[in-house]
């Protein structure tokens, strides 16, 4: 039952804004897998300046507090009108969200992000999402309660019966496989020495003052790629790419991003990134000139020993020629020669069994699985599962 003395705020200040990014701590006091996300990232994702498709969305956050002003849950709501047009209804997001193990106070947040979105002509909302790219803060996760990689959501088992008690139903699934490098199953490197060998493809890695070109050849391979099997894929332009490019610049390692190349063309792509959760953890999530000299200075003992890739593909017209094997063997040289230990694919959709394949036939094991959430208003309406 929702106490007459808990208040539901809504995020409009600096003041509210501390009580969304740090009110929550304390849901995970007792819990050593949480890493609290940089505080950094949450502010810039809600800033018109730093994230590009607030200019044509909207976002609204709220808070609930207790009477001595002790954060009880947080949600967070999205809506931007094109892209809620890729769904067979107009559809919004929230994201963001925390509570307390209260179904009381998890439904006031469910009853008021989804309110808002109505008023907006929304008739379907997914999540935990975010306004932004699936590759950081979407899905919840609901098996395999280990510390996550940077990007991928921690949550308590709780939240899952609170999204399924409110009518969110499982839209799709999401899978994390990890594995050390050198465990990479030797089939899979000999087959990657071959093709090196053949010398018809080229890898190149990322490099700072080719910026411009390597960012449009990245689109074009990933546009390529992705087009091709997602119906409601949204293509990225070259100057989106080198934004990310930048935006990542402190969590970047130049040599764990590839592109594969038939002669001039790009046909293959592998993004991955360090995982500064190991940083991020020992200041708290908080990115204040102290810490960040603290993660500068973490950063440069080579603290981090996990990556995580977010993004690995193959044009269709070049499946099957062993240049899934090439991307492997290319940067398992340099894992080889670095402080990485361990190698995350994060994540991969249920409905993507041929990556899912390719991972597992690396040698990888599953180790995780978060879950994106759909609601639809019309109780009535049939609900289908994506693809739809």
């Known amino acids: 039952m929702i106490q007459k003395k808990n208040k539901l705020i809504e995020v409009i200040n600096k003041k509210t804004e501390k009580l969304f990014l740090y009110g929550i701590h304390h849901i995970y006091e007792n819990d050593d897998n949480w890493v609290p996300p940089l505080d950094q990232d949450i502010k810039n994702h809600f800033s018109i300046e730093k994230n590009l498709l607030l200019a044509e969305g909207k976002a609204k956050r709220w808070v609930v507090i207790d009477e001595k002003a002790k954060v009880l ?11 809620s047009k890729v769904n067979e209804q107009p559809t919004g997001g929230i994201g963001f969200y925390e509570c307390i193990n209260s179904l009381d106070i998890s439904s006031l947040l469910f009853n008021t992000a989804i309110d808002w979105l109505k008023e907006l002509g929304v008739e379907a909302v997914e999540g935990p999402i975010s306004l932004g790219e699936n590759t950081s803060n979407w899905g919840l996760l609901v098996e395999g309660y ?12 709780y939240y899952k019966n ?3 008690n409110f009518g969110f139903k499982v839209f799709y699934k999401q899978f994390t496989y990890r594995i050390e490098p050198k465990n ?7 087959v990657g020495k071959w093709v090196d060998e053949k010398q018809r493809f080229t890898a190149r890695h990322f490099v700072e ?3 411009g070109d390597f960012s449009k050849d990245l689109s074009e391979a990933y546009n390529k790629i992705w087009s091709s099997f997602k119906d409601d894929f949204t293509p990225s332009s070259g100057s989106d790419i080198q934004k990310m490019l930048d935006d990542a610049k402190f969590v970047l ?4 991003v590839w592109i594969i190349y038939d002669g001039i063309r790009p046909i293959a792509i592998a993004i991955m ?8 953890k020992m200041i708290d999530g908080k990115l204040n000139l102290i810490n960040m000299v603290k993660l500068l200075y973490y950063k440069k003992t080579k603290a981090i020993t996990r990556v995580r890739s977010i993004v690995i593909g193959v044009d269709p017209d070049y499946q099957k020629q062993g240049i899934e094997a090439l991307i492997f063997y290319k940067t398992n040289q340099f894992f080889d020669k670095s402080q990485y230990k361990e190698l995350e694919f994060s994540w991969i959709g249920d409905y993507n069994t041929k990556m899912q394949d390719t991972i597992k036939s690396v040698g990888a094991v599953k180790v995780s699985t978060h879950v994106t959430y759909r609601y639809l208003l019309d109780r009535e309406k049939k609900f289908v599962r994506y693809p739809i």
């Open 146 to 157: 280990v510390q996550q990689m940077y990007g991928m959501q921690y949550h308590p088992n």
């Open 162 to 164: 609170q999204f399924e």
């Open 73 to 83: 849950g947080r949600i967070a709501a999205f809506f931007h009108k094109e892209k």
């Open 273 to 280: 990134i360090p995982d500064v959760n190991q940083l991020i």
């Open 184 to 190: 990479v199953s030797e089939r899979i490197f000999r």
């Open 209 to 211: 003052s080719e910026k």
């Open 253 to 256: 390692d130049p040599k764990l």
